[in-house]
Each structure stands twice: as C-alpha cells, then as structure tokens.
C-alpha cells in the first residue's frame, strides 16, 4: 500500500538545508582580529569620581531598583574608567552602579580600564549620559561646557576642514539649538543655591539666565536678600536688579525698592486676609566656629551657600521617598 503522507518543505527551508552542506566561507586575511576588551575587578576604594561630574547621583526608588538588581545578579554591565594623570582610576561611566554597590557594602566591581587621554574621557562621560530620560538643567549646561571644550580641543582639523564650529558640531550631535546650547552653559555662573532653584523648579530659566550675568558676589546678597525675605523675583524684577549690578549700585536698600514696593509700608505677597496677623519668623543663627568643623577651610558666605545645597538635596530625596529615611 502506497503511503501518501508527504512531508512538503517550503522554499526557505530547503535553502537552509542547502546552506547548512556549504563549505564555511573563508576569512578574510586583512580582517584585523577584534578582541573583546578585557573585564578586570577593581577595589571600589580605589575609584575617584570623574573631575567635575556633572551628573547627580540621587538615592531615588530608581537606585533602589538597581541596587536590588545588583543584590540578587551582580553588575551585568562593567563600568569602564581610565588612568589619570595622577595614575588613579576615574570612573567614566557607571558612577551610580559604584554607589550603589558602595551602599550594598561591596568592595570590587567589575571594570574596562580605556586607553583615554582626558579630551576623550570626558566625550565618552558625557556621551554616556546623555542619554538619560530626565536630565537638570544644571547637569545639561555642565556636561554640555565640558563636552564643548573637549571638542575644541580635539576637532580644531575637523572645523577647518568641516567649516564648522565646535559648537555647531556639538548642535548637531545632540539635537540641541547653538542658542540653547550657550544659554544652558552660561547658568554654569551661577552659584550653586541658584542653580539648586532652578533644577528644582522654585525659579524660572529666564530669571536664572539673567542673573547668571552677574559675579558671585553680586548673587549671594541677591539670594541672601531673597531667602530671608521669603520672596523670589519675576522675570522684570530680575532685569532690573541685574542693572543695579552693572551700574554698580547693588545694595540691600535698592533690592528691597524693587522687590518691596512701598504699598502701606508692607510687601504684598499674599491675600490680605492671610496677611492681617503673620506670626513672627522664626530664626536660627550659626557662629563660623560652630560650622568650621564641618566646613573646613570655608568662609561664612561659602557655608551658607552649601548648607542650602544640602538642604535642596535632602528636600529632593524627601519629596521622593515621601519624607521616608532609609
């Protein structure tokens, strides 16, 4: 009896049968041999920072996930570094897998050391950043600074022979305007409450923007000014005390005309039935001895300035574990 059940093969697969009784094709002899970069296990007590890191490393549910991922897998991905000129290793890439392996209480993690000078370190820190779905407006402007230079440093061929500009490469290869990129690295001036502020949304661009146009003396009685007056300006107001300090005359006195207008002799912030009976401030003092064990080598306005850093920070970690410590 003839049996009729037949087994069809399609096209594809009698080519892949055919294919699998070719003879491998033959390597290529020029083909330069590529290696896979070699993993090595570095001490973390060894590891510095990247000078002047733009980036924050926050202690948010993202670095608990990843922290709990490293907990029950390890470090997938090694973090790469390479050799400064003080012959220690500085972290390129993966300072929040370092954190979070130091806050898990490890001592080594797995590492590519790069044959980088420092131009080139610093395009691939970030490069390697940049990425990253929310990045502060201070972080933007750093990373873009440091990455502009090093492209002045390394393509000053390129723009000849391109008849581009560095920063009009660095336009293009972050999809960023030259204008965006200019304003963004000029709030690198201001001093760091200012730009805690800004990051942290309690001040507009355009009000940071302008009064990163003035020194830092100029910004610390303005921010002094504001913090103690419990009041912040508008884009007007900040442009008319950026005059002030261009023509020299920056004083307590003229900040408060501008900021207080004279209406019955009191600042008018808020409605008048909320402002009838404000209970007295409260306040509290520091001497520069009590701080200068904690701030060595700081004078008073330097303290105060990263005091209020600490503080924004903890405010941020605050508002995200919902005022949780862990």
Same mark, same amino acid.
């Given at each position: 009896m003839t049996n009729n059940n037949y087994?069809?093969?399609?096209?594809?697969?009698?080519?892949?049968?055919?294919?699998?009784?070719?003879?491998?094709?033959?390597?290529?002899p020029n083909k330069e041999p590529t290696e896979s970069p070699k993993v090595f296990m570095l001490p +973390? *007590?060894?590891?510095?920072s990247f000078?002047?890191?733009?980036?924050?490393?926050?202690?948010?549910?993202e670095m608990k996930d990843l922290m709990h991922s490293i907990r029950d897998y390890g470090v997938m991905t090694?973090?790469?570094?390479?050799?400064?000129?003080?012959?220690e290793y500085e972290i390129v890439s993966g300072h929040r897998r370092v954190f979070a392996c130091k806050m898990?209480?490890?001592?080594?993690i797995p590492a590519i050391i790069m044959d980088y000078d420092r131009d080139q370190a610093v395009l691939a820190m970030v490069d390697s950043n940049l990425h990253r779905e929310k990045l502060l407006p201070s972080e933007k402007g750093f990373a873009y600074k440091m990455k502009l230079e090093a492209l002045k440093n390394q393509h000053r061929e390129m723009e000849f022979e391109m008849q581009m500009r560095s920063d009009e490469i660095l336009a293009k290869e972050v999809g960023e305007?030259?204008?965006?990129?200019?304003?963004? +690295? *000029?709030i690198t001036k201001l001093?760091?409450?200012f730009r805690d502020l800004l990051d942290y949304e309690c001040m507009t661009f355009g009000v940071a923007y302008v009064f990163a146009g003035c020194d830092p003396v100029g910004q610390d009685m303005l921010y002094c000014f504001f913090h103690e007056n419990n009041i912040y300006p508008n884009l007007e107001q900040a442009k008319a005390l950026q005059k002030l300090w261009e023509s020299n005359t920056l004083t307590i006195e003229n900040i408060r005309a501008i900021m207080i207008p004279e209406g019955n002799g009191k600042e008018v912030k808020a409605p008048k039935a909320e402002k009838e009976k404000s209970p007295k401030k409260e306040s509290v003092k520091f001497g520069v001895d009590e701080l200068s064990d904690y701030f060595p080598g700081m004078n008073a306005a330097d303290m105060k300035a990263e005091m209020f850093t600490i503080l924004a920070e903890w405010k941020a970690k605050q508002s995200v574990t919902g005022g949780e410590t862990y």
């Amino acid at each position: 009896m003839t049996n009729n059940n037949y087994n069809v093969q399609t096209d594809e697969q009698i080519a892949r049968d055919i294919l699998s009784i070719l003879p491998d094709a033959p390597e290529d002899p020029n083909k330069e041999p590529t290696e896979s970069p070699k993993v090595f296990m570095l001490p +973390i *007590r060894q590891l510095k920072s990247f000078q002047n890191h733009p980036f924050k490393i926050v202690d948010n549910d993202e670095m608990k996930d990843l922290m709990h991922s490293i907990r029950d897998y390890g470090v997938m991905t090694p973090i790469t570094v390479y050799v400064n000129k003080n012959a220690e290793y500085e972290i390129v890439s993966g300072h929040r897998r370092v954190f979070a392996c130091k806050m898990l209480k490890m001592t080594e993690i797995p590492a590519i050391i790069m044959d980088y000078d420092r131009d080139q370190a610093v395009l691939a820190m970030v490069d390697s950043n940049l990425h990253r779905e929310k990045l502060l407006p201070s972080e933007k402007g750093f990373a873009y600074k440091m990455k502009l230079e090093a492209l002045k440093n390394q393509h000053r061929e390129m723009e000849f022979e391109m008849q581009m500009r560095s920063d009009e490469i660095l336009a293009k290869e972050v999809g960023e305007s030259r204008a965006t990129i200019q304003r963004l +690295i *000029r709030i690198t001036k201001l001093i760091s409450p200012f730009r805690d502020l800004l990051d942290y949304e309690c001040m507009t661009f355009g009000v940071a923007y302008v009064f990163a146009g003035c020194d830092p003396v100029g910004q610390d009685m303005l921010y002094c000014f504001f913090h103690e007056n419990n009041i912040y300006p508008n884009l007007e107001q900040a442009k008319a005390l950026q005059k002030l300090w261009e023509s020299n005359t920056l004083t307590i006195e003229n900040i408060r005309a501008i900021m207080i207008p004279e209406g019955n002799g009191k600042e008018v912030k808020a409605p008048k039935a909320e402002k009838e009976k404000s209970p007295k401030k409260e306040s509290v003092k520091f001497g520069v001895d009590e701080l200068s064990d904690y701030f060595p080598g700081m004078n008073a306005a330097d303290m105060k300035a990263e005091m209020f850093t600490i503080l924004a920070e903890w405010k941020a970690k605050q508002s995200v574990t919902g005022g949780e410590t862990y």
